[in-house]
């Protein structure tokens, strides 16, 4: 079936511009996780979603960071007023209700954000 | 603070030989852990995973092993493959949060 899909796959943004990211995730799947990689570093958890609870946001870095998944599907993360250091790999990231099989989650192909 | 560690950044091996990635955590809440592969521009992918119960799990050429005590788990590929050449993140669970909280990563190289 299809993976975790993400766009667009490249982004270049002028520093102080809004970008917004986008994640399909792999149906059937009730968790969302949104991640960031920025260059020589792990990857950091920015936001989960699980159904219809509210969201754990405790990873996003600033109030410029905010997602949202509609209908239990697709997500959406935006970034406002964009600063250099934003600039990273964001990874979308589903999988089955952490606990019921496993903790395994499976990752898009990722969104590279450069900030100019 | 970085509670799962991967302290090299690379290692290289001959093809055929046992590639050893090694992987630190320091908060004992962590009961499930993880090992992915990603590719260049590619999203990591799911390796082979091992509960806090266990001490060794073995998928075909994969096997991790986990030492609870030392806080130490480590990833064996034996025999290495030149596909195997990519960076390997060890990753770690809680009962409690629902992330998983990733190490640096390892730049695996096999060569001919």
């Known amino acids: 079936g299809a993976g975790v899909s993400q766009s667009p796959s490249n982004k270049v943004t002028e520093k102080g511009k809004d970008v917004e990211l986008r994640c399909d995730p792999i149906?059937?799947?009730?968790?969302l996780y949104w991640y960031r990689q920025s260059l020589g570093q792990g990857l950091e958890f920015l936001i989960y979603?699980?159904?219809?609870?509210?969201?754990?946001k405790s990873g996003l870095p600033s109030d410029r960071f905010s997602a949202e998944r509609t209908g239990g599907s697709v997500s959406t993360l935006t970034i406002q007023r964009t600063q250099q250091e934003d600039s990273a790999v964001y990874l979308c990231?589903?999988?089955?209700?952490?606990?019921?099989?496993?903790?395994?989650?499976?990752f898009g192909p990722g969104t590279r954000l450069t900030v100019t | 603070d970085q509670q799962v560690k991967q302290n090299s950044p690379s290692l290289s091996v001959q093809e055929g030989r046992i590639s050893i990635l090694n992987c630190d955590y320091t908060n004992s809440m962590f009961d499930y852990f993880l090992w992915y592969k990603k590719y260049p521009a590619e999203g990591p992918t799911f390796l082979i995973s091992?509960?806090?119960?266990?001490d060794k799990n073995e998928d075909g050429r994969f096997t991790v092993f986990l030492n609870k005590s030392a806080k130490h788990l480590s990833l064996h590929i034996v025999p290495s493959q030149p596909g195997d050449s990519a960076v390997y993140f060890c990753a770690a669970h809680t009962g409690t949060a629902s992330k998983l909280t990733f190490g640096t990563g390892t730049r695996l190289q096999v060569t001919l």
């Open positions: 979603f699980q159904g219809n609870s509210a969201p754990d």
């Open positions: 091992i509960s806090s119960i266990k």
């Open positions: 990231a589903s999988s089955l209700e952490p606990g019921i099989s496993s903790y395994e989650q499976y």
């Open positions: 149906s059937g799947h009730t968790a």
